[in-house]
């Protein structure tokens, strides 16, 4: 079911947000045992998955429903766990983009701009995807990079 809710709702995210809502707490209130009821809130939340902002929304509801069930199925540190792996996902991501942009702009092999983005954050190289556009040349990049964790350490 979760699956054919997940096409229904292709681009209506509330209604996305309401069928997921639903479907958990149906995994709540029939009773199924703990590992079961894990696996298919993973199963659930993979398939339906939500907009920031809903998710947000999504997860405090869920918060209520474990206080008022008494049941913490989904531990806020798995919930914190996921964010997290998501989160450096998302950041090797752009590092690895903005490298091979970087790599084929100034001519020069990919396994030599790595370092540039060691110890910056997201937002960060973010930042520095941005630069790259305006910058004239590999020095430009790594100058810019250090400045930007010269200032995360002062901060």
């Known amino acids: 079911m979760a699956h054919l809710k997940a096409l229904e709702t292709g681009k209506d995210p509330e209604d996305r947000f309401r069928w997921k809502l639903y479907l958990i707490k149906r995994l ?17 939340d993979w398939v339906m998955s939500l907009p920031k902002e809903l998710d947000k929304i999504f997860w405090v509801e869920i ?3 474990e206080e008022e069930e008494k049941m913490e199925y989904i531990s806020s540190v798995q ?11 998302f950041q090797e991501g752009i590092a690895k983009l903005l490298g091979s942009q970087i790599s084929k702009r100034f001519n ?9 983005f060691e110890g910056l954050t997201t937002a960060q190289i973010e930042e520095l995807a941005l630069y790259f556009l305006d910058a004239e040349s590999l020095d430009d990049i790594r100058k810019r990079a250090d400045t930007m964790r010269e200032a995360s350490r002062k901060s």
């Not at 029939?30 to 659930?44: A, H, M, Q």
């Open 108 to 116: 020069i092999e990919r396994q030599s701009i790595s370092p540039i």
């Open 28 to 44: 709540y209130r029939l009773g199924y045992e703990k590992k079961d009821v894990i696996l298919l809130f993973e199963f659930i």
């Open 79 to 89: 919930r914190i766990g996921r964010e997290e792996g998501l989160e450096e996902g």
């Open 63 to 65: 918060r209520e429903i």
